[in-house]
């Protein structure tokens, strides 16, 4: 036998022996012998290289790992009986550690594991937070500046662009809310195309496709509209907000017709309860975005008082059913597991 053959099944003895199991070491001889290491001329050598190989004692810790408990049972019968040095019995069945991690490399283990619906309650309490923060901040303490018009008008309600990208400490609190989402509303993105292309059949998964479109288009949208304050860039906080408000609009319709009229697999309780909440939110995000745009225009031409405050409310509106709408995952993955 090779020297560091012996070293490892030397090893390997005291190991069993510190953990009490019994271990035949001519099965262990026997083991060794059908596991040939590669050999080239003079020595003997064992490739560790490579995505397929192992090291002996790899080859030889894995057959162990892989016998059961009853195994060593039976061995310890056949030799009938093993007694450690005070006279008393040992436990025939003794844990090898944990055997499925004990066996695993250290790398793939899940550094991060989360449940879907905690993961989608965190998601979209990073943007309300911010956004009941803002709002109410600006009632508070900058009130008259967040309500001030160009028509120097009454109102009572700020609108959502004053109160989140002018104002300290709303401009920064608004802006880390919305980048810390972004990541997981990226990936929350992706989970959907795949769920909508496991429900659609033919030529129609090329929707699934354009959703997916849509709602990155959305989440990049509001992420330049947030760090795009008006005050700086009038004109790409103008073209941002657009592209959020029509890509959203789009993705709503899109994956509502999706799940509602070309959906071909049978829905659970909780995919019908999404249906229902989809169908009511988006429903409302609508139409409070043709009144928002008529409010607008009263605002502009006829600079009537508080006529801009019902645009800011209508605003309020649109940002918390957009949240609502996605916050509808939490109901088609709730069985579902993030691991990271």
């Known amino acids: 036998m090779p020297p560091y053959l012996a070293y490892i099944l030397h090893t390997i003895s005291l190991s069993?022996?510190?953990?009490?199991?019994?271990?035949?070491?001519?099965?262990?001889?026997?083991?060794?012998?059908?596991?040939k290491p590669l050999k080239s001329p003079g020595h003997p050598q064992v490739s560790i290289e490579g995505e397929g190989s192992f090291s002996m004692a790899a080859q030889v810790r894995r057959r162990l790992h892989t016998q059961s408990p009853a195994s060593f049972s039976d061995e310890r019968?056949?030799?009938?009986?093993?007694?450690?040095?005070?006279?008393?019995?040992?436990?025939?069945?003794i844990p090898l550690l944990n055997e499925h991690l004990s066996s695993l490399p250290r790398f793939?283990?899940?550094?991060?594991?989360?449940?879907?619906?905690?993961?989608?309650?965190?998601?979209?309490?990073?943007?309300?937070?911010?956004?009941?923060?803002?709002?109410?901040?600006?009632?508070?303490?900058?009130?008259?500046?967040?309500?001030?018009?160009?028509?120097?008008v009454w109102n009572f309600a700020p609108s959502i662009s004053s109160a989140v990208s002018v104002f300290k400490p709303q401009y920064y609190v608004w802006r880390l809310g919305i980048a810390l989402h972004s990541a997981p509303r990226l990936l929350l993105a992706r989970m959907y195309y795949f769920y909508y292309?496991?429900?659609?059949?033919?030529?129609?998964?090329?929707?699934?496709?354009?959703?997916?479109?849509?709602?990155?288009?959305?989440?990049?949208?509001?992420?330049?509209?947030?760090?795009?304050a008006s005050k700086d860039d009038f004109s790409l906080h103008k073209a941002c907000f657009i592209a959020f408000i029509a890509s959203s609009s789009l993705y709503l319709i899109c994956s509502y017709l999706i799940v509602s009229s070309l959906w071909w697999a049978s829905r659970?309780?909780?995919?019908?309860?999404?249906?229902?909440?989809?169908?009511?939110?988006?429903?409302?995000?609508?139409?409070?975005?043709?009144?928002s745009l008529y409010f607008y225009y009263r605002h502009n031409t006829y600079c009537e008082p508080g006529v801009y405050s019902l645009f800011s409310i209508c605003e309020y509106v649109i940002v918390l059913t957009n949240m609502g709408y996605h916050f509808t995952s939490y109901y088609d993955f709730h069985h579902r597991i993030i691991t990271i």
């Open 77 to 93: 019968a056949m030799n009938g009986g093993a007694t450690d040095s005070g006279g008393g019995a040992r436990s025939e069945k």
């Open 16 to 35: 069993f022996a510190r953990l009490h199991v019994p271990l035949n070491l001519a099965k262990l001889h026997n083991l060794s012998n059908e596991m």
């Open 268 to 291: 659970t309780p909780l995919e019908n309860s999404s249906l229902f909440l989809k169908k009511s939110i988006m429903s409302v995000n609508l139409a409070t975005i043709v009144l």
């Open 108 to 152: 793939q283990a899940p550094l991060l594991s989360i449940s879907f619906p905690r993961f989608a309650v965190v998601t979209v309490s990073l943007p309300l937070a911010s956004f009941v923060f803002c709002i109410g901040y600006s009632y508070l303490y900058n009130f008259r500046r967040t309500t001030a018009t160009h028509c120097n």
């Open 197 to 228: 292309r496991q429900g659609l059949r033919g030529r129609f998964r090329n929707l699934a496709r354009a959703t997916f479109t849509f709602n990155v288009i959305e989440n990049l949208a509001l992420l330049l509209l947030s760090f795009a």
